[in-house]
Structures are given as C-alpha cells and as structure tokens.
C-alpha cells in the first residue's frame, strides 16, 4: 500500500549545515530532499501524528558543518532527536501534550557548550486537560521545557492563548515572542540557560490591525512585523528597557523620556516605521543573514526584498501562489520559498531566480460554483501510476502515484495566475487515454456581463518516452458555447468523444496516420451525433472499444464509434447520468446519477435492461480493463453518519469505496475513506499481475493499495492513524474486521423491468446490528445488503 | 528509474513566465504551404523586367555560364544578364518573334519569325550571320540539336519541319508528315539526330534526321502547343489546350500520366532541377493562359505548386544553373524570379582557382591594436560545426499593448492595440481583458477620439465570422454604455450608421444561407437513406 499527496508546507522546512539537504515536515515524517536534484533521500519515521517544528542543530564552526542531528516536535506529543544522515532516532523526549511549535534559544546562542543537559526549549502547547466544546478555556500554552529532565512542569507557563501560537526565534537566539492577536509579546531569553529561577523578561509591542507574521533582525534589535492589511511594520532598538541586561539598565534609563515616534501604547521601542507595498496579508517575513535585508511575501505570491536602511524594494513575481515561508540556508547562495501549492522552490540567491522546485502533489483547484461536481479534474494513467491534476494556475500536473514525486506540469492556458483574483478561467476537465500518450483538456472562458465567454478543447500528445505534453490541436467551441460535459478517449484506436450539455456529441480522430511526420498530426472531428436534442451527459467506450455509450440525460444511448450509427438505447433512468463506465470487458454498463435523486446502476447491454440499482451517490467510477471487477466511490449520507452507533464506525470519514465483481449486486469488499466528496478512484495496472487501486480524495492526498488482498495487517496501522486523528486517508476493511463467512444468498431481484428494485426490509433496523459483542455479527453478506438498506431511501411502490 | 531522475534534472521548472497575448491559432491550409517542395519554388525572389514591348512568345537561357537569357518579344530578341537582370543586347527582326534557342555552346543564337526567315546571330555582334529562308509560311519554332553545332530544326505553319545545314544555309531534308501548322519541336537531349515536333493537327511526331519519315507518332487529342523532351530523352511532355500529357517513347508511346488542373490554354512548357545536388528532382513546369503557372511532379503525377501571376502566360523557362526561374506574360511582362544562395556555388568554384589572391588578402587582413578593427575582432564570428554552442535563453517578446497589459495600464493597452489595426491581436486582447474583468471598464473610460477608434473596428469586424462572437456582444455594450457620448457627435453617426448598414447585411446573408439550408437539408437525408 502506498500513501502519499502529503502536505509540504504545514510547517516550515530547514536546510541542513552544509545546505545540500533540505528537510520537510511531510505529515507524521520529516522528508529529507537534495538540494541539488530535488529528489528525496531519506526520511525519519517514528512520530504518530503530525511533526510541526523540525530545528537543524546549526553548526559552530566550519567542521562542524558535516553534523547532521536535528530535533523535531509533533503533536503526538513527543519531542525527537535525530541523526538524520543515517537516518537514527537518538533520543525520544515526552512532553504529553500535543506540540505545536517548539524553540531551544540555546542552540542558536552558545553553541559551543552544546550540554545536553542544560537545553532549554520553550514550547507551544495545547493543553488538551481543557478541551471542552466551545469553551472559553485558554488552551494555548508557552511553556518552558527542560529537554534532560523530561518533565513538563506546569509552573513554567509564560503565557496562555486561545489557541496554540507558533514561537518566532530571534537568529541570534537573544529573543523569541509570539503574536496574538494585534499584539507582539516578545521574550529575553535568560542568560545562563540551565538556571532554574531565571525566568523570562517579557514585553509587548502594540499595533491597531492583527499581526500575521513577525521577525527579529539577526544583530540588532529590530523586530519586522507584518499585518492582515499587507502593511509591514519595523520596530526599532525594541526593549531597551525591559528586556536589558543588569550592566545596561542605567542606560535605558536615561532614555524613557525621549519622544519615540511611531511607538503606540508607550511600548518599549524607539521608534516604529510602516512600509506598505502589500495589497493582502503578509504571511512571511524574514530578514537575510547579514540584517542588510527584509524579505516579505503574502497572499499575491510576490516575493519583495526591501533593503533595510532606504526601503527600497525588489521583487520576485509571478510566482503564482500565496507565499508561506521563506528561509535561509547556511550557503548564502541558496534560499527557499515555500508556496500554498505545495511546493518549495529553491533560489538561487542574489539573482532570485528559480532554480529548482520539490514539487508535492497541488492542491485541487477552487471552481465556481456552477462547476462543481460536473468537472473530472483527475485522470489516470493507469499503466504507470501517474495522474494528471488540474491544478490552480491553469495547468495540469502530472504526478507519479507509486513514487510520490511530481513529474511535470502542463500549461494548459497561457495566462499568469494570481492567487486572489476572481476566477475568469477554468481548466474544467481532463482525460488520459488509455496508454498515457495523449491528453485532452478543456478550459472555460467565462465571460464579463455576456461578452467573450469561450470554451475550447485541447489535445496534447507526448513523446513515447517521456512525458511532456505538447499541443496538438485546439478546438475553439467544439460544441458552439455549450460547454463539454464529458471526455472519453477509446481504449486502443487514437479516437476521442467529447460530449456536451448542448445536445450533441462529437467524435475526434488523429489523422496522423495520413501524414508522415508525428509533428502534422491532429485530432479533427470524425463524426456528430445527438439524441432528441437532449443534453448529452457522460460518455464511455466499451472495453473492446466497438461501442460507445453516451448518456442523454437519463436515456443511455450505444453508438457504434466507426460508423457513426447508433445501436441501440437503454431504457431511462429517473435522473440525469452524470456517470459512465463499461465493466472491463463485460457485456455490464455501470451509470451513476447525483441530481436530484443518487443513483448507482448497472445495465446489461446485451439483454438492454437494468440488473440491479441502489441509491447511492456516487463520485467517481472505475473498472478494471480485464477482469470485471468495478469499484465506485460512494458518498455516505450526513444523517447516516451522524447518528449515534456508527460514529465509531466512519470517525470523520465521509466516503466509501465498493468494489463489486461483475453483476453480483454485492459488494466484495467495502472501504470507508476521508474527504470522498470531489475525490476519485482508478485501477491501476501496471504490470499484469497486480491490480492496484488508486484513490485520491478532494485534497489531493492518495492510496494506491491492492484491493485483493487480505489487509489485516494494514488495518491496524490504518486504525491507529484514525484514532490519533490524523488527517490522512484510511480504509477500513469491513472483510478483514468480520472475516469471509459461508455464503448467504439474499435473493435480489436482477428483474430486467423493475427500476426500482425492492428492497426487503429487515426486521432489525440498522442500529441495533453493531450493538453486542463483535462475535454475535451477522455475516458479512447479511451485513452489507442491511448497511445499503439503511443507506437508501425505501420506495414502497413497485413500478410497472 | 535512472532515466526518470534525467528527465527531472533536465527539466528547467520556470514557475514565473509572462505569457504575451496572442490570437487564437486558425486553421491551417489545406495544401501545406511548408513543404520542402512549395518552400523551394516559393523561394524565388520576384523581380519583373516591364516595358516589353509586347507579348513574350519565347525565352531561352544559354547552356554555358552565366546562362544569360534570350526574350523575344515583337520583333525584338534581347539579352539578359541572368545576375542584373539588364538587358545587354537586342536583336531586331523583320517580324514578331516567334521563337528563339542558343547553340550548344552558347556562342550562337538562332531565332525564327513571322515572315518565315530563320536568322543566326553571334551573341558578341548585332548582326545575323546566317538567314535561312525556305519557309513559305511563318517560322514557329527553331531548334539547335544537342551538342550538335552544324544543323537547325525548324517548323513553321506550311506543316513542313526543315533540317538544315547553318554553314551553308541550305536545306538538308524537308520533312513532311504534319497535316498541320507546326507550332513547337523538342530535340533529344542525348542524341543528335533525334527530335520531336507537335503540330495543329494533334500529333507530335518523333524524327529521326538520318531517315526522312517519322518514326512514332503519338495523338495528343487536341492542337499541341509545346512539346518538350524529359531529360532522360525516354519520355515527352506536350502541352495542347487544357491538359499536359506526358508519354513514353521507348514504351511505344503510352500515355503515363496526365495532368488537367489548368482552366485554359496551356502555353508553354519547360523542364527544371529542383536544385542543383545530384539527388535533385526534375520538375514539369507548364504555364498557361489562365496566369496560372504549376510545377508537376510526373514522377507522382501530383502538382506540388502553383501560383497566379497577373497577366495570361506565354513562355517559361528555367536556367540549366536552377538560380533563375522566367515567366513571359501576354503584356509584356517579364516575371522573373530569382535565387538567393544559387551563387554561392558558383563562387566557391571560383575561390579554387584563386587560393592566391586569398592567401594575400588574409595577410593584409591581420589586424594591429592600432586599427578600429581590431576591437570588433570575433564579434560577427560565425560557430563553426565542431563548436559547442552554449545557448542564451531568449527573452519572451513584448509588444506594446503586452507591456501595457503587464503595468495593469488597460485602456491604454486597448488603445494602442486598435491603432496598430491587426484585428486578431485586437480580439486577442479584448480577450485578456475580459479574463481580467476590465473590459466594461474601459469601455466606459474611452475619451471621444478612442472611443470612434473602437467604433470604426467595431463597424468593420463585428460582421467577421471569426471574431463575431465577442465583437457582436460588445457592439452592443459600447452602444449601451456609451449612447450619448454617441448622440453628441456627428461623427460617430455616420459610423454607426455604416454599422448598422453592416449588421442588417450580415442578417439577409444568414437568412438566405438558412433558407439554402432548408432546401439542402431534405436532399442530404434523402441520401442518408
């Protein structure tokens, strides 16, 4: 089983000494990526919920620089030291309480006397003694933290919040301080760390808006802070008073009376100036190594450097994403951006340039509202793994699902994005064919006040080697200015059908087999075909690839593809098919329809009649290629999770993928999953032995497991991951849980008339089945067909 | 794995790029205009000799270099220089000129015209050395044999086709067969003695001057007007009325292949390398009355070019050297196209007989600090095959209405655009607006004089299928938005008049194309069936 589509950029990454490695919290691990190639190295596993601060042991002389050990903290309570060159846990502290930033002053201050037993951290914690719901309670501690003696005592509280804050560290290891709120409280770290008494000085710094970010300049004392409004404010010489030193205070003293201008409240400041160049919020702030530079970024994904002393700026833009970090490493060549798209670039530094991107999986587009649910915005290759993604900025990544490593993007609409602006373009489906070589996109212009509204649709085509889309053909409007519905290539011939809400469908072939050279290929249109004028609604090739089905609206229409004729058509369903997929290569034909009423239903195209319906909503749709397994991800109803007995059964999980064999109204087996709405699933094949299934959820995080085997084994570690509550995707295998029992034929009518089928109503409702002991559960069979029951609308009218 | 990890290295992940704006792709011709074939033949530079007198009945290029050129035209032949393209020498007749041919080695000249006089000229003299009278009607056409320097043939409207000895300007052989004025005649380009006539009366007949009948005959269908042999000397070409018909010879005269895609009289035909590499192709090159001039690949029997020309075509020629491609027109005109690089050749085999004259140039060139020359040293140097280029990425080109558009200065991006009056990028960037969600905004912020520059584009694209779409829906946001800064101007009344006039226009013609529609409809259905 693989998992993957971790997250990057929930906290901030950090270069190793020698800046040739840069280590990223991914979920409960910390990934270890070069810096070079952006591939990744190692990574250290051993916290069970997610690290949320990872510190480098920064090294003090040049010969040092080669040490690799690192401390990370995790809300799993428990704060790690690494030696990540290995990669080997040294040492496990436990603090008990969820950690949710974490700083050790000394390592930064005294690195020398690196004694082990005098490390102080100071920690953002919750205390989770307080959870209550919507209590007032300040659960978010700053705490002192002596990492030799393990013990997390209760005293040392410096401050409490609402919520966990993280902890900002002055480079210098001087100060630390946190914001809350409009406020910046700010720190002196006690000289002589080990001593016990000495308690932190503390100050505060006052400002009119909330704080978003803030840093300490590396020698002096000046704090840069950045607000909600985009302005960045500079407090300069901040603590004279408050936070100096004994042999200094008689000459703070003497300095109270001075007219400090800018400085609100009376802080404890010199002065305070305000630059503004930043239209939304500022999310990062940083100042280079040497002080002479301020670094600023927020939601524009405009990275501005301004230089300290003139406040002169100088900018990195079009980077397309709101900015979350940026941070130096040991080479002052090299620094990193993070993005909220997942990724990190790397800068090459004076110049800031690009140099490389450790890309993870991008995070699903935001579409507008009339889009939803009808946009595929994942396809698979299914013989190499990897997916292709819309993504925000109007491109389409391509990601290795069995590497976890993004491959390579597609521009598929030459436009800049700009996190923040209104959405005008959307890059509404896309589709792979069946050997990976050729993609076909759409993208939506939307039009201001009537005027200019476009659709159009692209083919691409890539090298058989590697994969790097090229265009190949646009086709601007393909269906006058309805929009496309849906894409389906054909699984072996180079043919395509793009169906419509407009009432047609048209189907494209490559002529390249005409023309010579690859280069001229182009995909024109074939044939067009309509039914009644009714919107067409999905569309699917069979398995062998002679007939093609086309939902119009609530009628499945076959149409031999060649020929352009059409076959035959299936009798209407209640609502429209959003839907389609022929079972491998069976004679069945699975359509599944969302609006108004759910539906999940299998046809026979051979007896053209219905096989069985449940009520169901259904997401996403896939079929094996050879075999006649099926699988559909169905969404669970609200009101079915929420009550009382299966709460510990889904635990936040929304989803549930089915995998059924053939006609067999049963499912083989059944996995509960997370964030199912606006996920979708496949079967992977890559080689012919294995079946694998893929599953990415509606934030793009993923699993590709076998669904025939027997995952015992995985379950417990998909359990203990649920109870920790980590926000991952888990499966929980009911056939695992209560075993294979001997059969138990529940009759199901497989009546080629009834539309909707009658179900039998047990006696015992739903919620009395789990209660009792875990050995008195009915079987499996019984089971499943009761747990469907419940999830369905009971119709008492059989239909003529 | 390996190779994957190279693809990755490779990949030069620029995530800021800047996107000019650019118009929507359109279709691509049917015939591909980027074949090697139509790029060669597109590549003659045109140049056109005018005031010809009158209409151009022949062209000859002379065997040797320089290949200069012999036109006839009226009753003047004149010499061309095949570089400058000037005239070097005229030759005047008695009567039009009805056909012209250089000797083997480009030393002598005969023409035929009208009164029926064959004449011999040195190209070095103004005067004929030779003229041949035996023809009782007008001369048509006179021909050296190959490499032969002794004989002419020649044929004229009395049906007769003569072989004469030039020295002594007598008629060898009369040669009797044609029924018909004789209009044109090929000699073999391998053989001396043999050559082909085509005559009024649909026939070419092949002649052998050793005996004094024909020896094949071959039925063109219709009154030839050229003929020509293929260079293997195994195949003809006529040309007679619409059609170019080209047959085998040593087969027995079968057709092989046929070629009918002029729309008139087929004037003139001549054959040329493609090219001067020993892999080069030959090409059939007709031209006719239509101005259309095509290239036919007998070869594929395809015809891979053509191109218009102004004027009905008489004659066309194409240099032995592939550098010069001539076309003479009804009016006078002579078009005429030429090769760049076809000379570079041509010097390369000059610099082999002067590695002297180089050799001294080379040691005057060494450059001192003390000449300007020695500071621009290497800059103009070009990279030599073996070298390692290290190649500069390029820069995206901005134009001014994409440098506009990245200041956020809309209006003026709108603005600059519809002066520089290329429609497609105008609706490319009314596009990019839209998307912004600028595009009401400037509209309503256009000053008087902006807004009748969008008001003439609007009048004169609106109606234009390709870009209706948007410039129909905001026509009529303009006209919303802006009424009365429109009802105050004289101006901008006669505009919206002519649109309107436009736009009722465009309605009849869809009216009428739905009723065509109608009517074709029903048949296709039937058909269907």
């Known amino acids: 089983m693989i998992r993957g589509g971790r997250s990057y950029v929930k906290s901030p990454p950090s270069f190793s000494n020698d800046a040739k490695k840069l280590l990223v919290c991914t979920g409960n691990n910390v990934s270890v990526f070069s810096a070079a190639t952006g591939l990744q190295i190692t990574s250290l596993e051993g916290h069970t919920a997610p690290v949320t601060t990872l510190i480098v042991v920064p090294a003090s002389s040049a010969a040092q620089k080669i040490l690799c050990y690192c401390w990370t903290a995790s809300l799993d309570g428990t704060i790690r030291h690494w030696d990540f060159s290995g990669p080997e846990l040294l040492k496990t502290v436990d603090a008990q309480v969820p950690i949710y930033s974490m700083v050790i002053p000394c390592l930064l201050s005294e690195p020398q006397q690196l004694d082990s037993s005098k490390l102080v951290a100071y920690v953002s914690v919750e205390d989770t003694s307080l959870v209550k719901e919507g209590s007032k309670e300040l659960r978010g501690h700053i705490r002192r933290f002596n990492l030799a003696k393990e013990r997390l005592p209760r005293g040392d509280t410096l401050k409490e919040t609402e919520e966990p804050k993280s902890i900002v560290i002055s480079p210098s290891g001087e100060f630390f301080g946190i914001h809350h709120k409009c406020k910046i409280h700010v720190w002196g770290v006690p000289s002589g760390g080990g001593s016990r008494n000495a308690l932190a000085k503390k100050m505060t710094l006052h400002h009119t808006k909330v704080i978003n970010a803030f840093a300490f300049h590396p020698t002096e004392r000046i704090i840069a802070a950045g607000d909600v409004t985009g302005r960045v404010l500079i407090w300069r010489s901040f603590g004279n008073r408050k936070l100096a030193l004994a042999s200094q205070k008689k000459n703070a003293r003497s300095m109270v009376d001075l007219d400090n201008p800018g400085v609100r409240d009376g802080d404890d400041a010199e002065s305070c100036t305000t630059w503004h160049w930043h239209s939304a919020e500022v999310n990062v702030l940083n100042f280079s190594s040497d002080g002479a530079y301020l670094y600023s970024g927020g939601r524009e994904g405009v990275l501005v450097v301004w230089q300290l002393d003139t406040g002169k700026k100088k900018f990195l833009p079009r980077i397309g994403s709101p900015l979350l970090y940026f941070i130096w490493s040991p080479e002052p060549t090299l620094s990193s951006v993070v993005c909220a798209d997942n990724q990190i670039h790397l800068l090459k530094m004076p110049s800031m340039e690009i140099s490389r991107t450790i890309s993870g999986i991008k995070p699903p587009p935001s579409l507008p509202k009339m889009y939803e649910g009808l946009s595929s915005t994942v396809a698979f290759d299914r013989s190499s793994g990897i997916a292709a993604l819309c993504t925000e900025n109007y491109c389409v990544q391509l990601y290795n699902l069995l590497n976890d490593r993004g491959i390579s993007e597609v521009q598929v609409c030459e436009r800049n994005h700009q996190p923040g602006d209104e959405i005008t373009v959307v890059v509404t489906a896309v589709a792979l064919s069946l050997d990976g070589s050729v993609m076909s996109t759409t993208e939506v212009k939307l039009p201001e006040d009537g005027i200019g509204g476009l659709v159009s649709l692209k083919f691409w085509e890539s090298e058989p080697d590697n994969k790097t889309f090229t265009l190949s053909t646009i086709v601007y409007e393909p269906h006058k200015d309805a929009g496309v519905s849906a894409i389906a290539f054909h699984p072996t011939r180079s043919m395509a059908v793009s169906t419509s809400f407009g009432g047609d469908f048209k189907i494209w072939v490559c002529n390249s087999d005409k023309s010579q050279t690859e280069k001229d290929s182009s995909w024109i249109c074939h044939a067009v075909g309509s039914y009644k004028k009714k919107p067409m609604t999905a569309a699917a090739f069979s398995g062998d690839g002679t007939v093609l089905a086309v939902a119009a609206e609530n009628v499945i229409t076959l149409w031999n593809p060649v020929k352009n004729m059409l076959l035959s058509v299936l009798g209407a369903t209640l609502t429209p098919i959003t839907k389609l997929c022929f079972v491998g290569k069976s004679e069945f034909l699975v359509a599944a329809s969302n609006f108004p009423k759910p539906e999940l239903s299998v046809w026979n195209t051979s007896k053209l009649s219905l096989s069985w319906s449940y009520g169901l909503r259904i997401e996403a749709v896939t079929s094996a290629v050879d075999s006649s397994t099926f699988a559909v991800l169905a969404l669970v109803p609200k009101t079915f999770r929420k009550s009382k007995s299966k709460k510990n059964i889904f635990r936040g999980r929304d989803g549930a993928i089915l995998l059924f064999n053939g006609s067999d109204p049963k499912p083989v087996s059944i996995w509960t999953v997370m964030k199912a709405q606006g996920g979708s699933i496949s079967f992977l094949e890559g080689d012919k032995s294995q079946l694998r299934l893929a599953f990415v959820n509606g934030s793009h995080e993923y699993v590709v497991f076998d669904p025939s085997s027997d995952d015992t084994h995985e379950r417990s570690a998909i359990d203990y991951e649920g109870l920790v509550g980590e926000e991952e995707t888990g499966d929980f295998g009911y056939t695992s849980l209560y075993g294979q029992l001997p059969d138990y034929d529940k009759k199901r009518k497989e009546d080629a008339e009834s539309l909707a089928t009658p179900f039998i109503s047990s006696e015992r409702p739903w919620e009395t089945i789990f209660s009792g002991s875990t050995l008195n559960f009915p079987p499996l069979q019984k089971l499943c067909g009761e747990f469907f029951e419940s999830l369905m609308e009971k119709s008492n009218s059989v239909v003529e | ?529």
């Open chain 2, 1 to 529: 794995m390996e190779e994957e990890l190279r693809v990755r290295l490779n990949d030069h992940h620029q995530v800021s790029k800047i996107f000019p704006v650019k118009p929507k792709s359109t279709a691509k011709p049917v015939s591909k205009s980027e074949s090697t074939e139509s790029r060669y033949w597109s590549s003659f530079k045109p140049h056109s000799i005018p005031n010809l007198v009158s209409s151009v009945s022949a062209l000859a290029f002379s065997p040797v270099h320089p290949h200069s050129l012999a036109v006839a035209h009226s009753t003047t032949v004149s010499l061309f220089s095949s570089h400058t393209l000037s005239v070097s020498r005229r030759f005047s007749f008695r009567d039009v000129v009805s056909s012209v041919c250089f000797r083997s080695d480009g030393a002598l000249l005969a023409a035929s015209d009208l009164s029926g006089v064959v004449q011999v000229f040195d190209i070095k003299e103004r005067m004929a050395l030779r003229s041949l009278r035996s023809h009782k009607a007008p001369a048509r056409f006179v021909k050296y044999p190959f490499q032969d320097k002794l004989h002419l043939v020649s044929g004229g409207d009395d049906g007769v086709v003569k072989y004469w000895d030039v020295a002594g300007a007598t008629v060898i052989s009369d040669l009797l067969g044609h029924k018909d004025y004789v209009r044109c005649g090929d000699c073999s380009p391998v053989n001396d003695s043999m050559f082909v006539t085509g005559s009024y009366d649909h026939t070419v007949k092949v002649w052998d001057a050793r005996v004094s009948k024909w020896m094949a005959e071959i039925n063109h269908g219709s009154p030839v007007e050229d003929v020509v042999y293929l260079p293997s000397a195994g195949m003809i070409a006529t040309a007679g009325l619409n059609s170019v018909k080209v047959w085998d010879l040593i087969g027995g005269g079968k057709m092989v292949c046929s070629m009918e895609s002029h729309n008139k009289t087929v004037t003139s035909l001549c054959v040329g390398r493609m090219g001067l590499d020993e892999s080069a192709e030959n090409r059939l090159v007709s031209v006719a009355l239509d101005g259309y001039m095509k290239v036919f690949d007998y070869g594929r029997a395809k015809v891979t070019y053509s191109m218009r020309f102004p004027a009905p075509l008489m004659s066309v020629g194409l240099s032995p050297d592939s550098s010069l491609r001539v076309i003479g027109g009804s009016n006078g005109m002579v078009f005429a196209g030429k090769k760049k690089h076809a000379e570079k050749k041509q010097t390369s085999v000059m610099s082999f007989w002067s590695v002297n004259s180089q050799v001294e140039e080379s040691r005057r060139r060494a450059l001192r600090p003390t000449y300007f020359r020695y500071f621009q040293r290497g800059q103009s140097e070009k990279p030599s095959k073996e070298d390692y280029l290290v190649k500069e990425s390029k820069g995206v080109k901005l134009t001014r209405h994409d440098k506009l558009l990245k200041k956020f200065r809309h209006k003026e991006a709108l603005v600059s655009v519809l002066e520089d009056k290329k429609p497609a990028n105008v609706v490319a960037v009314m596009e990019e607006l839209v998307a912004r969600r600028k595009m009401i905004k400037c509209v309503s912020n256009l000053e008087e004089g902006e807004l009748g520059l969008l008001l003439s584009f609007l009048h004169k694209y609106c109606t234009v299928q390709r870009y209706s779409v948007l410039l129909m829906a905001l026509t009529k946001k303009v006209l919303e938005m802006r009424a009365e800064d429109i009802n105050g101007k004289e101006e901008f009344k006669g505009i919206l008049r002519n649109l309107k006039r436009e736009v009722n226009q465009e309605i009849k013609i869809q009216q009428s194309l739905l009723e065509i529609q109608g009517v074709i409809a029903p048949l296709m259905r039937i058909a269907g069936r």
